[in-house]
Structure formats: C-alpha cells, structure tokens
T-cell receptor
Framework: QKEVEQNSGPLSVPEGAIASLNCTYS??????FFWYRQYSGKSPELIMS????GDKEDGRFTAQLNKASQYVSLLIRDSQPSDSATYLC???????????FGTGTRLTIIP | SAVISQKPSRDICQRGTSLTIQCQVD?????MFWYRQQPGQSLTLIAT?????????ESGFVIDKFPISRPNLTFSTLTVSNMSPEDSSIYLC????????????FGSGTRLTVV
C-alpha cells in the first residue's frame, strides 16, 4: 500500500468555482504535510504546509488536515486559469524527514 | 525557504557515459534529496544525502549507478552513471530547511535525454 494516496483526477473546474483536492495517508505517525503545485515543464513549488488538525488558510488556498481520518485536502477558492497545474500532496514517511509524494492531480480551470 | 540552484538544466548524452548534476543551496540545510520524475508521473525518491556520511538509497537505486556527494551543508551532486535510454528523465534535488516544519524546496530540475 502506498503511503500517500491521491485522487488522481484529472479534475476540471469552472473559473470562479472551488477546486477540491484530496489525499489519504497510511502512517498515523505522520506529522506534517505539504501541497505542491507543478506547472508543465517546471519543478514543484510549495504552496501550503500543514501540521495541525483543522484548517490553514493562505489567500485563496485552504489546507485541511484530519489526523483521525488520515486525510489531507486542499481547497482553491475563486479558481483562476493560472491555477491549472498538477497538484501533488506529500508527507513524511514513517516518521523520518523524507517526503513521499502522491501521484498528483491534474487540475484544469475552464474559463 | 531555501533557494536551490541546479545545473545543468538539460542535457543530451550518449549511452554509456555519465552526467553529474549539481545543486547549490543558498543556506545551510540539514538534508538534501534527489528525485526522479518520469514524464507525466509523480516524483520518485532516489536517495537522501547527508553531510559527512554516505547517502541513503531507496529500493531500486544503487550507489554504483547514482553516486552522490555531499561535501558540505550547501552543496550536493548526483551522478547518473553508464547511462541508458531508460535513464532519460527529469532529475530534481530538494532540500529541507532547519526545523521540522520548514518547507521543502526544489531545484529547477535537470532534463536528461540519453540517446
């Protein structure tokens, strides 16, 4: 079983709507999680990190972590065409610092 | 977050040769990581590079094929040895800043094509 599972998509969302991206993880000891955005031909860019249960908001982005249910999600409000990219969730693997990445979700914002 | 300069950005190499990829971080970092990303796929961790000790390799990756150096807290290299077309991929280095909650940042990547 993969340590981090991500709903693979692809996902298409109308401009201005909310895009919802989800990941589940297997290691209950995992402490922190990260969301990366990757444009085609570019390297991953860190957009959100979260390590406490609940929500963390940063502009149009909200990360949600539920340790009891072992899932982490990313909400993008007021989606823009520039949000079209692949989104990767990542978490520490079995308590050490190396990151395991989900398979990624390709998001397309439709104008 | 740390800023990482990675080079070369791309290269086309003959099979059987080797290529060394360099990553320079603008601050001291505890750990550096090397990933491979095949087209359309997610990132696969090759190895973790710690300063002053041998790199730790993931299953399926060996030191003879991917030797790594980490001479100090700001620099690391990955060599792809005896290349074959199957090694064509994007290679990325990553670093974690000091403290558990610091984000991990990536270099700009090296697009390798083996012909």
């Amino acid at each position: 079983q993969k340590e981090v599972e991500q709903n693979s998509g692809p996902l298409s969302v109308p401009e201005g709507a909310i895009a919802s991206l989800n990941c589940t993880y297997s290691d209950r000891g995992s402490q922190s999680f990260f969301w990366y955005r990757q444009y085609s031909g570019k390297s991953p860019e860190l957009i959100m990190s979260i390590y406490s249960n609940g929500d963390k908001e940063d502009g149009r982005f909200t990360a949600q972590l539920n340790k009891a249910s072992q899932y982490v999600s990313l909400l993008i409000r007021d989606s823009q065409p520039s949000d079209s990219a692949t989104y990767l969730c990542a978490g520490p693997n079995f308590g050490n610092e190396k990151l395991t990445f989900g398979t990624g979700t390709r998001l397309t914002i439709i104008p | 977050s740390a800023v990482i300069s990675q080079k070369p950005s791309r290269d086309i190499c003959q099979r059987g040769t080797s290529l060394t990829i360099q990553c320079q971080v603008d601050s001291q970092v505890t750990m550096m990581f090397w990933y491979r990303q095949q087209p359309g796929q997610s990132l696969t961790l090759i190895a973790t590079a710690n300063q002053g000790s041998e790199a730790t390799y993931e299953s399926g990756f060996v030191i003879d094929k991917f030797p790594i150096s980490r001479p100090n807290l700001t620099f690391s290299t990955l060599t792809v040895s005896n290349m074959s077309p199957e090694d064509s991929s994007i290679y990325l280095c990553s670093a974690q800043g000091l403290g558990q909650n610091y984000g991990y940042t990536f270099g700009s990547g090296t697009r390798l094509t083996v012909v």
